[in-house]
């Protein structure tokens, strides 16, 4: 890199470094509707499990909210951990919260023929019979059983339609 002030250097070595992160983010984008087999495992999707690549893994966590869970890539993680950490100190009840999410939650890796075993607490969470959806959200994924993910398609949202529809 040519000499820079040194402010500017490291404003211009930031922004790289932000333009890499998200270039190596993972973008979860469509729809699949897999179904559970006798030992209650789904073929993770070929196209998404490229995006998550190396160690073939994900972090599924039931939504406090909604009978969804969100599933996490590695890096992504990191990025909310790394988000976590700025914030400060923790009080009791971040603690007992982050306890609590993470002691729901599972690491779901694939076998060689892209199928995941998601465990039973998180299936009964999501209320599954036999169909899911997953569903990409961008820096994630939503597994819904099929008849929630139904119900839950939204009305309109001004903020989701203009992030994606509005003019540049």
């Known amino acids: 890199m040519a000499y820079l002030p040194t402010k500017r250097r490291r404003v211009e070595e930031d922004a790289m470094k932000n333009a890499v992160q998200y270039q190596e983010s993972a973008l979860f984008v469509g729809s699949f509707m897999p ?14 499990r490229s995006l998550v690549g190396e160690p073939g893994r994900l972090f599924a966590f039931p939504h406090p909210d909604e009978k969804c869970l969100h599933l996490y890539t590695e890096r992504e993680m990191g990025r909310r951990l790394a988000r976590l950490r700025e914030g400060g100190a923790l009080d009791e009840t971040d603690r007992r919260a982050i306890r609590s999410f993470a002691a729901g939650a599972e690491m ?3 076998d060689a023929q892209g ?9 009964a969470h999501v209320e599954a019979k036999e169909r899911l ?10 597994l819904w059983s099929a008849e929630h993910f139904d119900l839950a398609l939204p009305a309109g949202s001004a903020k989701a339609e203009d992030a994606f529809f509005g003019g540049f």
Do not use: S, Y
């Open 35 to 48: 179904t559970l087999d006798a030992k209650r495992r789904i073929v993770f999707p070929a196209v998404w």
């Open 108 to 110: 779901l890796a694939w």
């Open 115 to 123: 199928r995941v075993r998601i465990g039973e607490a998180l299936l």
């Open 133 to 142: 959806a997953l569903v990409g959200m961008l820096t994630c994924v939503e």
